[in-house]
């Protein structure tokens, strides 16, 4: 029997599931009421009351809806670093895994109009521990929907790879998402990805644009990239930055170009251009304004006392990372931003975008149609 639920599964890591989820969830929260959620197999996980294990994800979604299912129930299974040796050893059960995750599913479901469940990763994720996201999908008996990054040629070939999955389980594809479509090739692809969809009768249900916003990581984000705690603004570790700038200059030419909302990467020897910085800011303050702006900086030996308590006096965040200004530089534009509970702004973004641009009779199948 067909059940009031759909499978999220992704093409890969990083293509955008999880703010997918968020906007699904709260549509369909609007239109069909009460909304289940389930992560059948985690890997990053995180610790809440009685000392219980959930993924991430699980965390996000029960804290942010208020989901009144409890947490083993929505995120049963949860694959650690050096689980999958210790399943190779024989210490665990796929087969009793699997049967913790029905059990969830059968918790959850029976007390929502509708259940997402979302999957880890692409869609043969958890195969080595035979709970790959095509097994799980075709065990629950559900359909699924697949994300994807948009492009035309390279997303085509990704979904190959994860549509055969699914066909060897014998798993239906109730439609595909495209996420980050690029303004300037929505029209493009919403043509012409439907034709080449053509060959497997799978539908494009949703295209959604790309917002840099979703992308930009947090003061927090940067404290845990560098793993160390603002020497000040504790208070702003949400602020995001409308841009990041490495500067070894001259402090004339610093004062001349520095701007508002901007991550500046110096080093910590650099005290003319902290001094400029904060003085930037005193500036703004005095005239009301917040120049929103915060600071990483960079070298082998951290600031010195004296330019600690000048950069205390001012409210703006200030990390120390022990490494070059290079380094820095490179690990912030390879770094991810994921979404965080405490980011509302992101959040409700996240949700706007989805809203917007999803099929939700499409997604949500022929018994339940939302309007």
Known sequence: MTKDAIFIAAT???VGKTTICLGVIAALQKRIGKVGFIKPVGQHHVKVENDISVDKDAY??????DLDSPWPSTSPVIIPAGFTRRFLDGEFSSEHMLDNIKRSFQEISSEHAFTVVEGTGHVGVGSIVNLSNARVASELGLDMVIIASAGLGSTHDE?????????????KIRGIILNRVAQSKKEMIEKYFPISLDKWNVPLIGSVPY???LSKPTVKDFEVLFNNTLTSGEPHRLRHFESVRLFAGSVNAYRKEIEPNQLVITPASREDIILATLEKHKEMAESGLDFQGGMILTGRHSPGKEIQDEIRRVDIPILYAPITSYDAMKKITSFIAKIRLEDVMKIEKAI????????????????????
């Open 12 to 14: 890969g890591q990083n």
């Open 60 to 65: 996000l979604f029960k804290k942010y809806f």
């Open 159 to 171: 979904l190959a790879i994860n549509i055969a999955m699914c066909e060897k389980f014998g798993v």
């Open 211 to 213: 917002d840099p916003f």
């Open 352 to 371: 706007h975008l989805v809203e917007n641009n999803v099929n939700f009779d499409a997604l949500c199948g022929p018994r339940l149609h939302i309007g």
